[in-house]
Structure formats: structure tokens, C-alpha cells
């Protein structure tokens, strides 16, 4: 059974998923530390000299050959929340607390070199001391002009940063005493400064609380990062006599472990998609399943295809189900408990976690599979989340897309992990994109996508038996004036060959499947006087008249008695697209077929020559 879950289940099974990473190897317990990007290194001598300031930053080609920069991450002291605050970090921090640069430079460096001395002052190592002596002689004064042009463009470019302190290039983190000094002092103070001691909200556990939840790095929305739990949960006017932080109350330790395990997701691609659309990070994981199958889940989810660095098991997998197989590969585990969440910070203030569902393996993803399955439409693959909003969103000027600001995304995400109906505003709205398009395009006929969703959601919201390919059975007006309709552009596009492109009838689309009875009409009354008159009159072409007005008469009178509909329901509507589609689709790949078959002929034709 599929169930959906609030935050505080996520936090739990964000504490188990932790345990899971320990047992397999995937993270060591250090508390204190965290992996964080460093773009620079400051180095200096044994005497607190610098010798350079270099970057970290590497080039790569992604999997389309692109290049793309890549800042490395290494672990560090934990950073914790500041804020507006000058709260100093250990070993590295920005070059305004390291070097002092900037408006608030000499007050971010001098508790910069205080914590250093507190934390270092009885170190007996050459790296301790030459950190203690470039803190004792660096000149604030001149801090800037000390720089080369290229550093000076390398500092700008990288002003929020990290920059690592080396000595001799030797950093503090792979040295000894040093590592062993902030253990010591990690362990005294918290992560968090914290002074109270209580009850963990989430385990029942007793120790000291944590004040501030830490900012979660990898959430796309939040560029700087975002707690996934409320920084103030009171007033911090002092008439109310509470504290400020202390949000959610939760043990440092437990903390630490629920914010590794979310950031080890949200860094790794077989465990996070970011939808771009809604600027959601959609994560996946399990702990009673390899990695292969995780990324097999959330890659059918989402419809993208990641860095498969498990083996083809998910490749393979994926394919069986866009095509609405469900036949997993060997290996993986139907029964796997899974959870898929979904979080979003375009606020920047704090993650919000959009949904939660969790079930076993083979029940998500007999959901997605029917999805897939149900938006399937002559021959052509399933439909991804994602490209369903990317069909009914309007466009900006310059033709990009406007971002999801109402959670479409995730009402349409709803419907498929929960096997329910589609948000009826997506009708609405792709019926007004599709007559949109066909205004402003010649011999227009719907994409795979828009006919593939119209029919999802015709089996999906209305119960109708919708076929994947042409359905000759079906007699719904909707269904017949489309096809109806593809029929006579059909003709028209015969009368048309060789002659220059201009407007066309498929761009009356709209006129056509809003008012069928007023349009049909003189929609004939064209037919005749132009089109199927044009094909007659020339000698190559009148036998193909016949065939083709004799197939639009037999759809004709497959109508009720009643006629040409005068108006059609939004479900009708729908009909009248995939009718539509598929008989024009029918007509295309029947052209393409006796095309195949005449170079074929030639070729047999050749070689017996």
C-alpha cells in the first residue's frame, strides 16, 4: 500500500537511510565534519607567508560532451548557521573571514584568528603553527593590493566560497593534531552553541538540543542552501520571554545524521532529479535494496535517464517500463520498501517538502508503469511528469518556459503515485495550447505527447476505453469528427502536393472541434469546390479522389442521425484530438509504408536489370 507522509517521516527515514549509508560503507560517522565545496586554496609557509592563492575548479565533459565546471568537495569542519552574524569557521571559510576583504573584513577576520588561536594555541604541529603565524602577521591594511590581477578576478568570482588554508600544502584536515584538537573541541561545544538539554522529538532520545538545524547544500532552488526544518519557531521579541532557534527539537547528534544522509542524496544523480519547471529536487532511496535499483526507480519516475554507473540493470529496466512491462530484471527486489520526497525551497528560507509517498518497489512503480502505459499512443513511448506541464505552460518571450508557480507538477505527480485522477485544469489548459499551436502552424498535427496525455486522461478521469492505435470501433461524436476532420486535411494536402506551403484547414482545428455542426458544413462546401474538384480534374489524381472521398463519406455515416454535434464537452474535446491524431498518424504511416514498398520494387527492378 502506497502511503503519504509528513515531514517528521521523512526526518525518521532519513535517520534509518543514515544507518544504511554506515553499514554499506557509503559515509563514515564524523561528527562535526561535513563535505563541502572548496573552489580555493591559500597556501603558506611554515613562517604564515602566503605562497599562493590558486583555484580548485576543474573542467569535465558531461555525458553530451559539454564542458561543465566542477568544484571539488572535501570534508571539512561543520559551518554552522550565521546568518547575518560574524561567526568564524575552522581551517576555511569565505574571503572575508579568512583574509578580511570587505565591508565587515576586520571584524570577520579577527574572530576568524581568535577561533584559530582557541582551537590551535597548544597544537605542537608545523601546520597549526604556520596557520597561528599567518593570523598574527597578516596585514589587514593591505590585504587586497598583496594579489595578482588573476587572483583578484579568481577572489571576485568566488567571493562566497570557501577557501582552504594549506601549509607548505599541507592542509589542516590531513594532519593529526590538528584533527584531533577540533574533535576535542567539536565535542565540547556542539555543533550549534547550544546550552539546552531535552527530549528528541523524532527518537525520544535525551541530549543537548539542537538550536540552529543546519543549511542543506544540492537543493537547486536554494543555491546557498536551506534547513529542511524551521530555523525560529517562536518570536524572538524579547516580551514574549522565549528563546530564539530551537525550532524543532532534536539531539546534535541526530541532526548531523539526518542532514549527511539528505545531502548525500541530494548530491548524488541515482538519487536526485531536479524538475526544473517546478524547481522541485525529487529524491529516491531505500535501505533494502542496492543502488541499482533506487536509480531504477526514480529514473522511471521522472522519465530522465542519469549517470547509470550501477550497470545496465536500470537501462534495461527502464525500458520495459515506457514500453508497460512490469518485469523487473534479475537482482532486483519487488518487495523493497522505497521512499520518494519531494523538496523545494524557491523561497530560500526553508525546504518544504512538497510530498512524501512510500510502498514497496513493484506497487510505486505499477503506478508509474500504468502511467506510462495509459499515455502510450501509436507506438510511441509513455509521457514523464515533467513533459506534461512543458506542454500546457505558456512561453515567454524569448520561448522559455514560465515557471511552475502553482504546483501543477506536483498535483500531477499525486495522481500518478497514487493511481488517481489527473488535475482537470491540465485539460483546460493543453485544449487551449493545442489551439493555440494549430493557429500559428501549418499542417498542424498534435505531438505524441499531447495525444498521448488526452488519452491518459480519458481512461484515467472519465473511464473510457481509449486504444492505443486507430480504433474503427469507436463511435463517440468526439472521436468521429476528429477523425472526420483528419480525413478532409488529408484530402486537402493531396490537392496541395508540389505546391508552395500556405495556410492550411488543420489550422482551423480549434473552429472544428468547438462547434462541429456549424463548421462541418462549410468546411464540405470547400472540400468540394476546391479540393476534391482539383483531384478530379487531373488525370493522375482522380482515381485517388475516389478512394479518399469515398473513405471521408464512410466516417460521414457513421455519425448518429442526429448529425454533427453542435457543441462538444471537454471530454469530447479530448475525443476529437485523438481521433484526430490517430487517423492522421494511420494516414502517415501508411504513405511511409508504400513509400518503403515502391523503393523496394525499384531496387528488385534494378538487380534484375
Same mark, same amino acid.
Given at each position: 500500500?502506497?502511503?503519504?507522509?509528513?515531514?517528521?517521516?521523512?526526518?525518521?527515514?532519513?535517520?534509518?537511510? /543514515?544507518?544504511?549509508?554506515?553499514?554499506?560503507?557509503?559515509?563514515?560517522?564524523?561528527?562535526?565534519?561535513?563535505?563541502?565545496?572548496?573552489?580555493?586554496?591559500?597556501?603558506?609557509? =611554515?613562517?604564515?607567508?602566503?605562497?599562493?592563492?590558486? =583555484?580548485?575548479?576543474?573542467?569535465?565533459?558531461?555525458?553530451? #560532451?559539454?564542458?561543465?565546471?566542477?568544484?571539488?568537495?572535501?570534508?571539512?569542519?561543520?559551518?554552522?548557521? *550565521?546568518?547575518?552574524?560574524?561567526?568564524?569557521?575552522?581551517?576555511?571559510?569565505?574571503?572575508?573571514?579568512?583574509?578580511?576583504?570587505?565591508?565587515?573584513?576586520?571584524?570577520?577576520?579577527?574572530?576568524?584568528?581568535?577561533?584559530?588561536?582557541?582551537?590551535?594555541?597548544?597544537?605542537?604541529?608545523?601546520?597549526?603553527?604556520?596557520?597561528?603565524?599567518?593570523? #598574527?602577521?597578516?596585514?589587514?591594511?593591505?590585504?587586497?593590493?598583496?594579489? =595578482?590581477?588573476?587572483?583578484?578576478?579568481?577572489?571576485?568570482? /568566488?567571493?562566497?566560497?570557501?577557501?582552504?588554508?594549506?601549509?607548505?600544502?599541507?592542509?589542516?584536515?590531513?594532519?593529526?593534531?590538528?584533527?584531533?584538537? /577540533?574533535?576535542?573541541?567539536?565535542?565540547?561545544?556542539?555543533?550549534?552553541g547550544s546550552t539546552l538539554h531535552g527530549i528528541d522529538c523524532i527518537t525520544g532520545e535525551y541530549g543537548t538540543i539542537c538550536r540552529v538545524h543546519p543549511k542543506i547544500k544540492g537543493i537547486r532552488a536554494a543555491s546557498t542552501g536551506a534547513p529542511l526544518c524551521t530555523i525560529n519557531n517562536n518570536s524572538c521579541v524579547h516580551a514574549t520571554g522565549r528563546e530564539q532557534g530551537y525550532g524543532t527539537p532534536m539531539t546534535e547528534l541526530n541532526v548531523y545524521r539526518y542532514s549527511t544522509a539528505l545531502e548525500y542524496l541530494t548530491h548524488s544523480p541515482l538519487h536526485n532529479f531536479y524538475d526544473k519547471y517546478s524547481g522541485m529536487n525529487i529524491l529516491c532511496w531505500s535501505t533494502e535494496c542496492d543502488e541499482a535499483q533506487q536509480a531504477a526507480l526514480l529514473f522511471a519516475m521522472t522519465g530522465a535517464l542519469g549517470k547509470d554507473e550501477s550497470g545496465n540493470r536500470t537501462t534495461e529496466y527502464l525500458k520495459r517500463i515506457y514500453m508497460g512491462l512490469d518485469i523487473p530484471p534479475e537482482g532486483f527486489n519487488p518487495n523493497a520498501y522505497m521512499h520518494i520526497v519531494g523538496l523545494d525551497s524557491r523561497d530560500g528560507y526553508i525546504i *518544504?517538502?512538497?510530498?512524501?509517498?512510500?510502498?514497496?518497489?513493484?506497487?510505486?512503480?505499477?503506478?508509474?508503469?500504468?502511467?506510462?502505459?495509459?499515455?502510450?499512443?501509436?507506438?510511441?513511448? #509513455?509521457?514523464?511528469?515533467? *513533459?506534461?506541464?512543458?506542454?500546457?505552460?505558456?512561453?515567454?518571450?524569448?520561448? #522559455?518556459?514560465?515557471?511552475?508557480?502553482?504546483?501543477?507538477?506536483?498535483?500531477?505527480?499525486?495522481?500518478?503515485?497514487?493511481?488517481?485522477?489527473?488535475?482537470?485544469?491540465?485539460?483546460?489548459?493543453?485544449?487551449?495550447?493545442?489551439q493555440n499551436e494549430a493557429q500559428g502552424t501549418e499542417d498542424y498535427l498534435l505531438n505524441a505527447s499531447q495525444a498521448g496525455f488526452l488519452r491518459a486522461y480519458l481512461i484515467q478521469n472519465k473511464k473510457e476505453s481509449v486504444t492505443e492505435m486507430l480504433d474503427t470501433e469507436n463511435r463517440d461524436p468526439g472521436y468521429l469528427c476528429g477523425r472526420i476532420f483528419a480525413a478532409a486535411v488529408n484530402i486537402e494536402r493531396a490537392s496541395k502536393a508540389g505546391e508552395q506551403t500556405r495556410r492550411t484547414m488543420a489550422q482551423k482545428l480549434g473552429e472544428a472541434m468547438r462547434h462541429p455542426a456549424d463548421f462541418f458544413p462549410l468546411m464540405f462546401a470547400d472540400l468540394n469546390s476546391a479540393y476534391l474538384r482539383k483531384l478530379y480534374t487531373r488525370e493522375k489524381t482522380a482515381g485517388l479522389a475516389s478512394i479518399l472521398e469515398k473513405e471521408l463519406g464512410e466516417l460521414v455515416d457513421l455519425l448518429p442521425n442526429g448529425g454533427y454535434p453542435r457543441k462538444l464537452s471537454r471530454a469530447q474535446q479530448a475525443q476529437f484530438c485523438t481521433g484526430y491524431y490517430q487517423q492522421r498518424n494511420k494516414y502517415i504511416q501508411d504513405a511511409a509504408a508504400k513509400k518503403a514498398e515502391k523503393e523496394k520494387k525499384n531496387e528488385s527492378n534494378e538487380e534484375a536489370a
Open positions: 500500500m502506497i502511503i503519504r507522509k509528513e515531514k517528521s517521516d521523512v526526518i525518521r527515514a532519513l535517520l534509518d537511510f /543514515y544507518e544504511y549509508l554506515l553499514d554499506t560503507g557509503l559515509v563514515e560517522e564524523q561528527f562535526g565534519w561535513a563535505e563541502m565545496a572548496v573552489p580555493m586554496t591559500l597556501d603558506v609557509d =611554515s613562517e604564515g607567508k602566503v605562497l599562493s592563492l590558486k =583555484s580548485n575548479v576543474y573542467t569535465e565533459k558531461n555525458e553530451k #560532451g559539454k564542458e561543465q565546471q566542477i568544484v571539488p568537495r572535501m570534508l571539512l569542519p561543520y559551518h554552522p548557521v *550565521r546568518s547575518n552574524n560574524i561567526l568564524a569557521c575552522i581551517f576555511a571559510d569565505k574571503a572575508e573571514y579568512l583574509l578580511g576583504i570587505g565591508p565587515r573584513g576586520d571584524k570577520a577576520f579577527a574572530a576568524m584568528k581568535s577561533l584559530q588561536e582557541k582551537l590551535l594555541g597548544d597544537v605542537d604541529s608545523p601546520v597549526a603553527k604556520g596557520i597561528l603565524r599567518f593570523f #598574527g602577521t597578516w596585514d589587514l591594511s593591505s590585504a587586497f593590493d598583496k594579489f =595578482s590581477e588573476s587572483q583578484k578576478e579568481l577572489l571576485a568570482e /568566488y567571493a562566497t566560497g570557501n577557501i582552504l588554508i594549506t601549509v607548505n600544502g599541507v592542509p589542516p584536515t590531513e594532519d593529526r593534531a590538528c584533527v584531533s584538537a /577540533y574533535n576535542a573541541y567539536i565535542k565540547e561545544v556542539g555543533i550549534s *518544504r517538502t512538497v510530498f512524501c509517498y512510500e510502498g514497496s518497489f513493484q506497487e510505486l512503480t505499477e503506478n508509474i508503469r500504468r502511467h506510462y502505459w495509459n499515455t502510450r499512443i501509436c507506438g510511441r513511448g #509513455g509521457v514523464p511528469f515533467y *513533459r506534461i506541464y512543458e506542454m500546457i505552460c505558456k512561453k515567454k518571450a524569448d520561448g #522559455g518556459v514560465i515557471a511552475d508557480k502553482s504546483r501543477i507538477t506536483a498535483d500531477i505527480i499525486n495522481s500518478i503515485m497514487t493511481n488517481g485522477k489527473y488535475p482537470e485544469q491540465i485539460l483546460d489548459l493543453l485544449l487551449r495550447q493545442i
